[in-house]
C-alpha cells in the first residue's frame, strides 16, 4: 500500500471513529438540572471538540497501527478475509 492510500484509509477511518468518539463525555444542560432559556435540554453544555479530536486521533492511529501490522508483518491483505473462515459447504471425500 503506497503512502497516498495509507493516509486517505487514515482519514476515512479518522471520521468514522470521530462519530463514534463524540458521544463520550458530553455534559448537557440537563444532566447539570441547569437548562438556559432559549436552549435546548439535550444541548451540549461546553464545547468538548479538541478533546473528542484528540481521542479519535489516537483510536485511529491504534487501530491504523493494527492495520498496518497485519498487512506488513504478518502479510495478510483485504484479500483475506473470506479465506479466514473455512469453507464447510464441501464435504470431505469418502
Do not use: C, E
Not at 6 to 20: E, P
Not at 23 to 33: G, I, K, L, N
Amino acid at each position: 500500500m503506497s503512502w497516498v492510500s495509507f493516509i486517505a484509509l487514515f482519514f476515512a477511518t479518522w471520521w468514522v471513529v470521530l462519530f463514534v468518539v463524540l458521544p463520550f463525555s458530553v455534559r448537557t444542560h440537563d444532566d447539570d438540572h441547569d437548562v438556559t432559556l432559549g436552549t435546548v435540554s439535550s444541548a451540549p453544555r461546553k464545547g468538548h471538540m479538541l478533546r473528542a479530536v484528540i481521542r479519535t486521533t489516537i483510536a485511529t492511529a491504534i487501530l491504523m497501527g493494527i492495520f498496518y501490522g497485519l498487512t506488513h508483518g504478518l502479510g495478510y491483505s483485504l484479500n483475506d478475509i473470506p479465506h479466514i473462515v473455512p469453507d464447510f459447504s464441501q464435504t470431505p471425500a469418502k
